[in-house]
């Protein structure tokens, strides 16, 4: 949700940008609004561009590890608890791979308990 929120935060930026372009024109001669407006919608459309590709790149990560190592089940999971702190137990993998959100997870079908 908070991904697509970004991307139309971006779309925003992007006609905010094509509205200060216009007030450039000869037409309504404000060069320093229509300036600032662009820049600024431009610097939105950016960071926020910037945002949705990490929350979708995060997202696919997860994404990579929600099937049961037990059952093979897809998606069929309890969280039990979230991160980026306290780590679990005994997780070393996910401190090798350096990960900053991760979630402890039980599976509904078998009941396995693995880390996304």
């Keep these: 949700m908070e991904a697509h929120l970004w991307l139309v935060s971006c779309f925003l930026g992007i006609v905010a940008a094509a509205a200060g372009v216009e007030l450039m024109s ?11 407006l662009m820049a600024g919608g431009f610097i939105l459309a950016l960071f926020s561009w910037g945002r949705y590709r990490a929350l979708l790149e995060l997202a696919e990560r997860l994404g990579e590890h929600a ?19 306290p780590m679990p137990e005994n997780e070393a993998e996910i401190v090798e791979r350096g990960a900053e959100v991760w979630l402890h997870v039980r599976c509904h079908r078998c009941g396995e308990r693995w880390t996304l």
């Excluded at 000869?26 to 320093?32: S, V, W």
Aim: charged share 10%.
């Design 26 to 36: 000869p037409e309504y001669r404000q060069h320093a609004m229509g300036l600032a």
């Design 67 to 85: 099937q049961c190592p037990a059952c093979g089940a897809y998606g069929r999971f309890a969280v039990l608890s979230a991160g980026p702190q």
